[in-house]
């Protein structure tokens, strides 16, 4: 699987960003999608997360983000998507797509749980 994160940029505090990430691959819609971030001189941190099990579409997001970032998927494109409003500067980073798979479709908050990564996408947000 090959990933690639677009939609980052410049921001004010308050704004918002799409983000995008496009995956090869015809099993896209059995992969975990995750979002992570890594700020300078910081571990990579989650952020949200989709699957599906069943007919069930399953998320997470990580609490310093809920009710601010959306994640949703189109598996007829194979992209993923995390809406952001209310940019801070503390989201600041480069943002990564990574896909895994999982029994029963968890969503892994830890990076070593998913198997293909990509290049990232700055997000930047002014203050």
């Known amino acids: 699987v090959q990933l690639q994160a677009c939609g980052g940029g410049l921001v004010q505090t308050g704004g918002s960003l799409r983000l995008s990430c496009a995956a090869s691959g015809r099993t896209f819609s059995s992969y975990v999608m995750g979002w992570f971030r890594q700020a300078p001189g910081k571990e990579r941190e989650f952020v949200a997360g989709i699957s599906r099990y069943g007919s069930v579409t399953l998320t997470n997001y990580a609490d310093s983000v809920k009710g601010r970032f959306a994640v949703s998927r189109d598996n007829a494109k194979n992209t993923v998507y995390l809406q952001m409003n209310s940019l801070k500067p503390e989201d600041t980073a480069v943002y990564y797509c990574?896909?895994?798979?999982?029994?029963?479709?968890?969503?892994?908050?830890?990076?070593?749980?998913?198997?293909?990564w990509g290049q990232g996408t700055q997000v930047t947000v002014s203050s």
């Open positions: 990574p896909a895994g798979l999982a029994l029963r479709a968890t969503i892994s908050e830890n990076p070593a749980g998913y198997n293909y």
